[in-house]
Nanobody
Framework: QVQLAESGGGLVQAGGSRRLSCAAS????????MGWFRQAPGKEREFVGR????????YVVSSVKGRFTVSRDNAKNMVYLQMSSLKPEDTAVYYC????????????WGQGTQVTVSS
């Protein structure tokens, strides 16, 4: 059974930085992509960014472009979300997800880690 464990959440002041980590473990699985999502209070979960395992190509949504970066350590099956210039509207529970099939989508999800940005 694949397990994803996020870490690195917490309270940070606006303008600050934070790095989230996500470790994948358990069972035998292939990784095609790993992604980050977030869910703010009262809102739906939204996609933040992802990294392709084959070539490390990354993508982040426009609202975080230039502030957030997705990276990986494939030897450790870990993915990171480096967040900088944080804003109060970045406050959310952040989830990592793993796509184990060549088709798009994510099959496994972490429990989430809370990031709170104070103004």
């Amino acid at each position: 059974q694949v397990q994803l464990a996020e870490s690195g959440g917490g309270l940070v002041q606006a303008g600050g930085s934070r790095r989230l980590s996500c470790a994948a473990s358990g069972g035998t699985f292939s990784i095609y992509r790993m992604g980050w999502f977030r869910q703010a209070p009262g809102k739906e979960r939204e996609f933040v960014g992802r990294i392709a395992w084959s070539d490390s190509s990354t993508y982040v949504v426009s609202s975080v472009k230039g502030r957030f970066t997705v990276s990986r350590d494939n030897a450790k099956n870990m993915v990171y979300l480096q967040m900088s210039s944080l804003k109060p509207e970045d406050t959310a529970v952040y989830y990592c997800a793993l796509g184990s099939r060549s088709t798009s989508g994510y099959d496994y999800w972490g429990q989430g880690t809370q990031v709170t940005v104070s103004s």
